[in-house]
């Protein structure tokens, strides 16, 4: 055997290559990838995940594939998208009072729809929003009325005693109408009105406010009706409404403030001044009232 000697032989003859030829992939076709076309993967189509569209992950499955599925595809398929805000937006046009007196009558209002936007978007809130107002958060610096110009001048020109006891009946009578002056330089509008508290009833004069946030009464008013320092249901004019007491150090602790609350509350609106001396209160404003018409 090629003068080897026979341990050398049976040696050679026991290696995997030379024992078997089958089993050689360099040496047998059906064995190298290279040179048989099933074996190759790069050159069969059954074999190449790129060139068959059963071996492609995206393309085995098109539903899958978010780039050839439009159902998943949010810019080319908006139901698959984030919900956005539908909902119309208030109207707007050019700048004029037409366009803000449309804004502000139609629908939806624009101060709802920008909290509800708020509110969906999940934007921050600010944990002081939450809550009510605190009496001590408002003050207002009122210099040219007091204690004594309410009892004095002011009363003078109502005709009625400040702080003067009321009787039930005009505790309990509910005004539609209310009447008022404008007071001094700063045009003060103060509204005479009974203000009763439990069985005790006296006529009140109030600065008329819609900055202030509540309706405060002053220290010789709270105290005439007992009222302490927490809020107490009172009657306005015959309307029942929390009053508080005005802060003992703020700038408007003698006098009393008739605040927005108290005017959103009961739709109060401002009528039509005469002389610029006298005003009207219109209680009810949008319910029961109606504009009168241009002549």
């Known amino acids: 055997m090629l003068g080897l000697p026979s341990q050398q032989v049976l040696k050679a003859l026991r290696h995997p290559l030379l024992r ?26 059954l074999r190449s995940r790129l060139r068959h569209p059963l071996r492609h992950p995206l393309l085995r499955n098109p539903l899958r594939s978010p780039l050839l599925d439009p159902l998943l595809d949010p810019l080319r398929n908006p139901l698959h998208a984030r919900p956005a805000h539908t909902e119309q937006a208030p109207f707007s ?6 366009t803000i007196a449309r804004r502000f009558s ?4 624009p101060l709802t729809f920008t909290e509800k936007r708020t509110k969906d978007r999940g934007e921050f809130i600010d944990i002081h929003d939450i809550g009510g107002v605190e009496p001590e958060d408002y003050d ?5 009325i007091d204690n004594n110009t309410l009892r004095s001048e002011v009363a003078e020109l109502i005709g009625i005693p400040y702080l003067k006891k009321a009787t ?19 045009f003060r509008i103060i509204f005479p009105c009974v203000v009763s508290f439990e069985d005790k009833a006296h006529w009140v004069f109030f600065i008329v406010d819609t900055g202030a946030p ?3 009464l002053s220290a010789q008013a709270g105290k005439l009706l007992s009222i302490g320092s927490d809020p107490a249901p009172v009657k306005i004019a015959g309307y029942i409404h929390p009053v508080y007491l005005s802060p003992e150090h703020s700038h408007f602790a003698n006098v009393n403030i008739l605040g927005n609350d108290f005017c959103t509350a009961y ?6 001044r005469r002389n610029n ?3 009207e209160l219109l209680f009810g404003w949008g319910t029961k009232w109606e504009p009168k018409p241009k002549l």
């Open 20 to 45: 078997n030829p089958l089993r050689s992939p360099l040496r047998h076709p059906l064995r190298s990838p290279l040179r048989h076309p099933l074996r190759s993967p790069l050159r069969h189509p």
């Open 93 to 98: 046009g050019p700048p004029s009072h037409a």
């Open 106 to 109: 139609s629908q939806p209002n």
């Open 140 to 144: 207002v610096l009122i210099t040219d």
């Open 168 to 186: 039930k009946e005009e505790a309990n009578n509910v005004v539609e109408i209310g009447h008022g002056i404008t007071y001094g330089r700063k």
């Open 214 to 216: 509540l309706t405060y």
């Open 267 to 272: 739709n109060v609106a401002l009528g039509p």
């Open 277 to 279: 001396r006298t005003v």
